[in-house]
């Protein structure tokens, strides 16, 4: 059964086309900076947004008109496996990623929801097989069944706790089952809504606990994917843990963690916390912990995390920035998790906003290379930063200078000359980059 029969295989036809199911930007076997956009990207289809998601908000039901929706239970698991692999063919993605409870839907006992989850998983295996579609990562929905409404590894209830753990060791499993490059962690509810009756360290200690024993199991099976932790400051709970980048790379580095782990970053999740995407992304870069992103974008307006389609130039230019700068994303990807609109409810409106996001970052993959290409940013910076390459300032960076040092070079009372940030020109010589690449 075709389940996007109005829509063919998604071509490059380059930045005059007029046809809107088509590449304007994105042509896979374009080499830039020394790799294929395809290489650089690692394009993947949440399975959440795209295929589950109906398009419902508080305020109202459902729009999406889907075809599969007309199933129930296992059926209509199945049927949007069907659709899912139409869709990652006809959109030439490389990856997809998916959480446990997207794919299967939960039984009355945890033997019942596992045997839901390995008929849906073989499933997905044999699609795989003449798909050039691979699992870039999965993980674990500990958020939505009101067993966690404490939390998972956060959890005031040791019940809870272990069946977190049972979950993550079958994701694990299924990882390992059909080669996920990556498996992420989201604590969507391992947070507090007040310190009145909560035991922070004993949350934390037991998260600590629960991602050294995925880590322990992951060796014990065999699975060699890439951990992954993607912060969120704050939605569902009031005040996450995993606050932002900072937050997440102290906590591993407390624990002993941060050989283990990398960061699975988020534009909108950047937004929350107060950040810009490049911000999260540069502190990540700088620590070694960049792995991999979810492309979005937030909506200024808006005080929650609205996961729009990016189509922000001028961000996603400043992300592969910073991806470039960071060697790439290894074996991360750019993963859409992000949604049409609830008033972009038919199903041809998926392949346009994909076309949208992918479109975006292409172009802003090629504008970045130029940036690194041509030095701009790194020729303002080191001009900035001159006064530290040589005599006082030197000796600052080099450490020899002390506090006796610094005293007696202040009390020569040289003339203090800063020179002007140049902010706005900088930020148009952007632009130039932007409209003329």
């Known amino acids: 059964m075709a389940y996007f029969d109005q829509v063919g295989k998604i071509q490059y036809e380059g930045k005059d086309t007029q046809n809107p199911l088509a590449y304007k930007y994105y042509n896979p076997s374009e080499v830039v900076a020394g790799k294929t956009m395809e290489e650089h990207l690692r394009f993947a289809v949440a399975y959440w947004h795209t295929f589950t998601a109906d398009g419902g908000d508080p305020f109202g039901s459902g729009t999406a008109v889907r075809s599969w929706d007309r199933l129930q239970g296992m059926d209509l698991a199945k049927a949007r496996v069907e659709a899912s692999f139409e869709f990652y063919d006809k959109l030439n993605v490389p990856y997809f990623c998916f959480h446990d409870r997207d794919i299967a839907p939960e039984g009355d006992t945890l033997q019942e929801t596992n045997k839901n989850l390995d008929v849906i998983v073989a499933m997905i295996k044999e699609y795989m097989k003449t798909s050039k579609t691979k699992l870039l990562w999965n993980t674990a929905n500990m958020f939505t069944n009101p067993r966690f409404t404490f939390g998972a590894a956060t959890t005031s209830n040791a019940d809870v706790y272990a069946y977190a753990a049972a979950q993550v060791k079958k994701g694990l499993e299924t990882g390992l089952e059909l080669g996920s490059e990556n498996y992420v962690f989201w604590g969507g509810r391992e947070g507090y809504e007040s310190l009145l ?105 808006l005080g929650w995390d609205t996961d729009e389609f990016p189509t922000d130039i001028h961000s996603v230019t400043l992300a592969m920035y910073e991806i470039l700068k960071n060697g790439g994303l290894g074996s991360g990807g750019v993963n859409f998790d992000a949604k049409v609109r609830r008033n972009s409810f038919e199903p041809i409106d998926l392949f346009y906003a994909h076309i949208a996001g992918i479109d975006t970052f292409a172009k802003g993959l090629k504008v970045a290379a130029k940036l690194i290409e041509d030095g701009v940013f790194e020729s303002i910076i080191d001009e900035r930063y001159a006064s530290f390459k040589s005599g006082i300032g030197a000796d600052i960076v080099a450490g020899k200078a002390d506090f006796k040092s610094l005293e007696a070079y202040a009390l020569q009372n040289n003339p203090i000359q800063n020179v002007s940030g140049r902010l706005e020109r900088i930020r148009f010589v952007l632009n130039e980059y932007i409209f003329n690449n």
């Open 197 to 301: 009756n909560t035991d922070m360290k004993l949350e934390q200690d037991n998260l600590a606990r629960f991602y050294h024993m995925a880590v322990a199991y992951a060796k014990e099976i065999g699975y060699t994917g890439q951990f992954l932790i993607e912060p969120k400051p704050k939605e569902p709970t009031k005040h996450q843990y995993d606050f932002d980048a900072a937050t997440t790379i102290a906590f591993l580095q407390t624990y002993g963690l941060q050989d283990h782990f990398k960061l699975n970053l988020e534009a909108n999740h950047a937004t929350l916390a107060g950040h810009t995407f490049e911000h999260e992304l540069r502190v990540a870069r700088i620590n070694g912990m960049l792995g991999s992103i979810d492309a979005n974008q937030g909506d200024l307006l």
